[in-house]
Every structure is written in C-alpha cells, then in structure tokens.
C-alpha cells in the first residue's frame, strides 16, 4: 500500500502507486508524503480496524435493530466502491495475462466444484434434518465468492488479478452447477429454486461496472498523469481499509437483527445449529486449499488465491434467492445470512494465517 516518490532529471517528483506511476508537482510533494504516511499506518491497523468494525456493526446489529434495514441498502454499493478501489490497482495488461495462467483457473475449478462439494457432502450429517436450513447451508456453501474474495485475498497476498480473472468463469459454472447439486442432495424438488436474475445483477454491479470504472481512470491517468484529478485518484490507494470497514458495519449490521430473529420460531437456536459446519468448513477449506495450490504446483500468491477463493462463498449474491424462497422455506435465509457473519471473521483470520501457510521464498 505504500507509495513511492523519485525525482527525475527536470526536477519533476513521480508518485508510485499499485495502479501505476502518477506524476505531480513538486510543491504536491508534502501532500504525497501524508497520504503515503496514511497509508503506512492503515496497513499496519488493517486487522484491527475490521475487528472493530465488525464490533461496531455487531453492537450497532443488536442494540438498534430498528437501523438494520437502513444499513442494507448501502451494502452493495459499499461493495461496488471498494471493489473500485481494488480494480483501480490491477492494470489491464495483468488481468490480460491472468488468463493465460492455466495451473491457477484450473486449481481454483478442482477447489470450488470438486473439492468444496465433497466437503459439503462429508458436513451435511452434522446439519439438523431440516430441509429448508440444510437448503440454505447448500446455497451458499456451494457457491464460489465473487466480490470481495478479490479484496480479502489480496490483503492476504494473493494476486488481486487473477482472482478478479476467473470470477467470470465461477460465476457462470456455479449458475450451471447449482440446480443439480441441490437436486443430488436434496431431491430434485428443490433444484428449481435457482433463478439467474440474482447472479446476472450482482456480475454487473458488483464487477462490470466498478472494472468499467478503474480502467476508464486508467486510461485517463494515461492521457493526464498530472494534476489535481491524478492526486484525487491516487489517493484512492489508501481508501481500502477503511470503505472495508464501513462495508462490515453495513453488511453487520444490516444483517444481525436477521438473524437474531431467527427467521421464524425457532430463533436464535436455528443460528446455533449451523455456526458449527460453517466454522469447520472454513477450517476444512483453508487445509484444503492448501493442498490443491501445492498440487498444482503453484507459486505462493496464486496458491493463496486458491485458499481464498475455496474458502469464501457467495452469501450476498445467494441471499435474494434465499429470500424469495416460500414461507415455509424462509429459514434458509437465516442460515445464508449467518455464513456472511462467520465467514467475515474467517476472512479477517485468513488475512493473517495463509501467508504464513503459503510463505513466499522471495519476500
């Protein structure tokens, strides 16, 4: 995250960002000296800031549950702004390149439909034999993240590139796969329940739109790398931490009064009866990754955006499905809802924990 600053020989000062080199005046200099001092001291707090966000959004959740729903409309744009952010980091040229890393979109297909399903399948028995939460586990368990994988994996040292290349591929493999995973574990009544509305809005608003955005930036940057608009944008490289934290408190807090109601009578114990598969299939996951990424013998970044991408699933995009689903069914949301809330904690774990299981032997 920290930006550098050279001079060349006409006396003008270049500012080195993960989106490329931005140059500017001179007399800018003690502004880009701030912000890369900013962003020093974000990086270092990053794990703290979540863990006190995820509080906020938490007390926030169950303290003033009457604000739930006005945090949830904020949660996708939220997630479209910090999706920007990190897009705005990955040049073209490197996404370009991303899908010509054949070991790497093959591991994270073996990881995600192959692996993950065998792990669901082995955790079922734990689930309470019901069929609208087993419904809802099957949901979002089965479906591969394709939002902020690409934010958590790169703090986490993986390549934001590649992970942001094959979202594409996940996101139409999982739309396919789907009705016949639910049909194979739970009768071919309930694979019907997929819609492909849900996915196609969240592909385009999550991920079109805010890569649209970064490289129209790129472009311009190009044209203009100096000036006020080439230091606004720049200083977007320190924005991460905290439109992530904001992200948490929304999503947190939107989703706690949820399920704190339990979707039904059943309340809270509902919740209490699948924390336990999902902390295990986190655990199993990140051991699984792992595995795969040696496997295929892939570098250390790559190999953590197999743990990464395996380990995070689609709750945000699985939730208007759930949502829909008929009333008697409307616990399945509950459980949807509650791996968001444990996967974020996963996530800000995984941040710290894959490097150390994945270490770079050049760094």
């Known amino acids: ?61 169950l303290v003033l549950p009457g604000a739930g729903p006005g945090f949830g409309p904020a949660v996708s744009p939220l997630l479209a702004a910090l999706l920007f952010v990190t897009f705005r980091q990955v040049p073209a040229v490197e996404l370009a ?50 939002d902020w994988v690409v ?74 790398p100096r000036g006020r608009f080439a230091g606004v944008v720049a200083a977007t490289d320190v924005a991460m931490v905290p439109v992530l934290a904001a992200t948490l408190v929304a999503v947190i807090a939107s989703q706690v009064p949820r399920v704190r109601g339990g979707g039904g009578d059943g309340g809270l114990g509902e919740v209490a009866r699948v924390v336990p598969a999902y902390v295990l299939f986190a655990v199993v996951m990140v051991g699984a990754g792992v595995a795969v990424a040696r496997l295929f013998r892939l570098d250390a970044p790559a190999g953590r955006g197999v743990v990464f991408s395996g380990t995070a699933r689609n709750s945000l995009v699985v939730l208007p499905l759930a949502l829909a689903l008929p009333d008697d069914l409307a616990v399945a949301a509950v459980a949807v809802v509650t791996q968001t809330l444990v996967e974020i904690l996963a996530m800000v774990v995984c941040v710290r924990v894959v490097p150390r299981l994945l270490p770079d032997p050049g760094r």
Do not use: H, K
């Open 1 to 61: 995250m920290r930006l550098g600053l050279d001079d060349d020989d006409d006396g003008r000062t270049w500012r080195v960002g993960r989106g490329g080199v931005v140059g500017v005046d001179s007399v800018a200099v003690d502004r880009v000296v701030a912000v890369d001092r900013v962003g020093a001291v974000l990086e270092r707090w990053q794990v703290r800031v979540y863990l006190v966000a995820i509080g906020v959004g938490v007390v926030v959740g």
């Open 97 to 146: 390149r991303s899908w010509r890393d054949g070991r790497f979109v093959a591991a994270v297909l073996v990881v995600n439909f192959l692996v993950v399903p065998a792990v669901v399948a082995a955790l079922l028995p734990l689930l309470p034999d019901e069929r609208a939460l087993r419904l809802g586990v099957l949901l979002v368990l089965l479906c591969p993240c394709v």
């Open 151 to 224: 934010v958590f994996g790169g703090l986490g040292g993986a390549r934001r590139a590649q992970l942001l290349a094959v979202t594409p591929v996940l996101l139409v493999v999982q739309l396919v796969l789907l009705p016949g995973y639910l049909g194979a574990f739970l009768g071919s009544a309930l694979g019907d329940v997929v819609r492909v509305g849900p996915f196609l809005w969240a592909f385009a608003l999550l991920l079109v739109v805010p890569l649209a955005l970064a490289w129209t930036v790129q472009a311009v940057l190009v044209r203009r």
